[in-house]
């Protein structure tokens, strides 16, 4: 079992532990650095790539992405910033799906996920195999609000928020880890909620 064995009390009743240092918020504050990006569902698109199998690009454009099984999480969010907010229902594409459709080389351990306007975060692909991570196009049953991430933002719900690019465009593998946007910033390379890691220092 891997350090996020925690995560998974979806299903439970009665108040669920929260992890350490984290307060709770009754609603989900967006939360992004910049502004919200505009974006056109015709023209946009997911681009796998970097070290993938076959060494090729995948691009998955919106009505591809709406062909896959489509799957359901109900996860607590944690933003590193201490706020969380618990029991909110994501709905889309499980980050499995994506990485059985274009799978990454062997030996290729990590990822980064990158955002329309540069934000991007370092995962690792033991991370996105968690079958409680999805690319999600819809929260509590409504397709995302712009300020949330639409049309799809990376949930990861055993890592901190900063983990899940919203407006999210590229996903690349890489065989030595890459520094997104807030690791470069003095954040956590894993960032798992329930193991404390938010700085770099702790590596
Ligand atoms: N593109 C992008 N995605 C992002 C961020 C960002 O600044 N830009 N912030 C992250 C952080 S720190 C958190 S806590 C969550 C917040 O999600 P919310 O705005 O839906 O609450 O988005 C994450 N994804
Ligand atoms: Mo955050």
């Not at 015709?42 to 690009?57: C, F, K, V």
């Not at 919203?166 to 996903?171: E, G, P, T």
């Amino acid at each position: 079992m891997s350090s996020s064995g925690f995560s998974g009390f979806s299903g439970l009743s009665g108040p669920r532990p929260l992890p350490p240092g984290q307060r709770l918020t009754a609603e989900l504050q967006p939360v992004s650095y910049g502004r919200v990006p505009s974006i056109d569902l015709a023209t946009w698109s997911l681009r796998i790539g970097g070290d993938t199998l076959d060494a090729e690009p995948l691009s998955l454009t919106w009505a591809d992405l709406m062909s896959l099984p489509q799957t359901v999480v109900r996860a607590d969010h944690h933003c590193v910033s201490r706020r969380t907010t618990q029991d909110l229902q994501w709905s889309g594409v499980a980050a499995l799906t994506i990485l059985d459709l274009a799978p990454p080389v062997d030996g290729a351990e990590h990822a980064l996920v990158s955002a329309a306007r540069g934000y991007s975060s370092s995962v690792r692909i033991e991370d996105l195999a968690s079958p409680r991570a999805v690319f999600a196009t819809h929260l509590n049953g409504e397709p995302l609000r712009p300020e949330h991430g639409w049309p799809l933002r990376l949930v990861l719900p055993h890592l901190y928020g900063w983990k899940g690019p919203k407006w999210a465009v590229a996903l690349d593998y890489c065989r030595y880890a890459e520094r997104g946007f807030w690791e470069q910033r003095g954040y956590h390379l894993t960032g798992d909620v329930w193991r404390e890691e938010r700085y770099s220092y702790q590596e």
